[in-house]
């Protein structure tokens, strides 16, 4: 066979094959054409058509959350200009800043107005930079409404005489005797109460450390590293902040007391005799904050040693310290609160591990923060009473009932007296921080709507009466 016949008959084959292929095609029904794609489902992650819905549902979670706060807290720093007169009051969204023109004129909060014929009067604090309040800041709800008023003040009630004469029966002994822990109904005025205790006791020549916002060191906001030397979390920055506000509040008096040992690590040698101002000073030009936890603890050392100055530790949210914080180890555990190094420094003077030679502890719980609830362990040592029946074989952590043991409770009365809501309301009116003039009217009302609950009487009472 020729090769020319061979690719003859190869080329017959390739178009048998190809009319056959064409045949099978042609016989076949035809094929639909592509679809188009569809149309976006979602915008933005909400289903198309439903994004109306779903914005009206943020707006009313949005106003669920700060129902109870009032606008003026959440007003820009701006609007906060208006003065207030007689003529016009403080009225929203016209709201005022505070010293912008009518001032109270009250007595200064001090051991001369601190006797029983004041009780149900309202006395103003030092305006001096070193003030307590000024330095180491105020619980959340107390700051606001010290935003309104022209100037801080509270009413002495009883319970601040008693608290006045506990301070001074325990300036002379050991802190070990004199760890209190003030407790009652939400809205008491246990806040309040340590404030005074606080302002009291830096009038009177203490060394205060205030704590106003103990949640802060356990909710996961600032730095944390492990340290094997302690085995427990060094907390550089927030140690950093609270040596600051220590020497602000306190520096004429650190100034006066010099270290009785020398503090000697890799990075520092400080001799003795060198003052506690000197010391702190040291710490707050290093700005990586790498020593301040160290310098914290030598500080709070020198502190307990010496016997020249009284020293007065009041914490506020002292119970967010008695359970897990929000921090996580590197397993994503949560760590407890008592293996941080500035909760852990609180809870050592606060259970008698270490103490003040001259001194007190007190501490507030709060028992409207849903996030850190009163524990059960000082529940049981304060035997306060249960919202819910307990089961005594529920589970108890011996770490912390350690901390809570040898606490005594100070229990707050549930209402003010009459006469103590009175001088509380004559605060906000000649203050004219109120938008009537029916004044009787509508503090028998509010007085009687808030069980005499002096938080529910401003926040739910007074302060709902500004327009909005």
């Not at 070193?130 to 409404?145: C, D, I, T």
């Not at 704590?211 to 950093?240: E, G, I, M």
């Not at 043991?405 to 809501?421: I, N, V």
């Amino acid at each position: 066979m020729s090769l020319l016949s061979s690719n003859a008959r190869h080329v017959a084959l390739v178009q048998k094959s190809l009319a056959a292929g064409a045949l099978r095609a042609a016989s076949q029904p035809a094929k639909a054409a592509p679809k188009e794609r569809k149309a976006a489902q979602s915008i933005g992650g909400v289903k198309k058509g439903r994004k109306e819905k779903w914005e009206t549902k943020k707006k009313q979670e949005k106003i669920h959350k700060t129902k109870d706060i009032p606008r003026f807290t959440r007003m820009a720093e701006t609007k906060l200009m208006m003065p207030k007169t007689f003529q016009r009051p403080a009225t929203l969204p016209e709201a005022f800043k505070a010293g912008s023109g009518h001032v109270l004129e009250l007595p200064l909060f001090g051991r001369e107005t601190l006797v029983p014929r004041n009780v149900g009067k309202a006395v103003s604090y030092s305006d001096a930079p070193n003030n307590a309040a000024k330095v180491f800041g105020l619980p959340r709800k107390m700051f606001f409404e010290y935003r309104i008023l022209s100037s801080p003040c509270s009413v002495v009630r009883d319970v601040t005489l008693q608290a006045v004469e506990t301070l001074e029966k325990a300036k002379a002994s050991s802190s070990l005797d004199s760890r209190i822990v003030l407790h009652g109904r939400a809205g008491c005025g246990k806040s309040f109460l340590l404030h005074q205790a606080v302002q009291y006791a830096q009038a009177e020549g203490w060394v205060v450390f205030y704590v106003p916002r103990a949640a802060s060191l356990v909710n996961s906001t600032t730095t944390f590293a492990y340290d094997l030397r302690t085995q427990t979390y060094l907390q550089p920055h927030a140690s950093y902040r609270t040596l600051d506000k220590l020497l602000k509040a306190n520096s004429a008096l650190f100034a006066k007391l010099p270290m009785k040992k020398a503090l000697v690590t890799e990075k520092l040698n400080v001799p003795a005799g060198t003052t506690l101002a000197d010391l702190v000073q040291i710490a707050l030009k290093d700005r990586s904050a790498g020593n301040s936890a160290v310098v914290l603890d030598a500080l709070t050392s020198e502190l307990q040693a010496q016997t020249q100055f009284p020293v007065l530790l009041a914490v506020d949210d002292f119970q967010a310290l008695l359970q897990d914080s929000s921090y996580k180890d590197h397993f994503l555990r949560p760590i407890k609160a008592n293996h941080l190094s500035l909760p852990r420094l609180i809870l050592d003077f606060a259970s008698g591990k270490r103490t003040f030679a001259k001194g007190a502890v007190v501490t507030a719980l709060t028992n409207s923060d849903t996030n850190f609830n009163v524990p059960l362990e000082i529940q049981d040592a304060l035997d306060l009473p249960r919202a819910h029946p307990v089961s005594p074989y529920q589970r108890r952590d011996g770490d912390v009932q350690g901390y809570v043991h040898g606490l005594t409770g100070f229990k707050l009365p549930d209402r003010m007296s009459s006469d103590e809501m009175a001088g509380l309301f004559s605060v906000w009116k000649d203050d004219m921080a109120l938008t009537t003039d029916k004044y009787d009217e509508l503090f028998l009302s509010k007085y009687v709507e808030s069980d005499g609950n002096p938080r529910d009487f401003v926040w739910k009472g007074l302060l709902s009466t500004f327009s909005t």
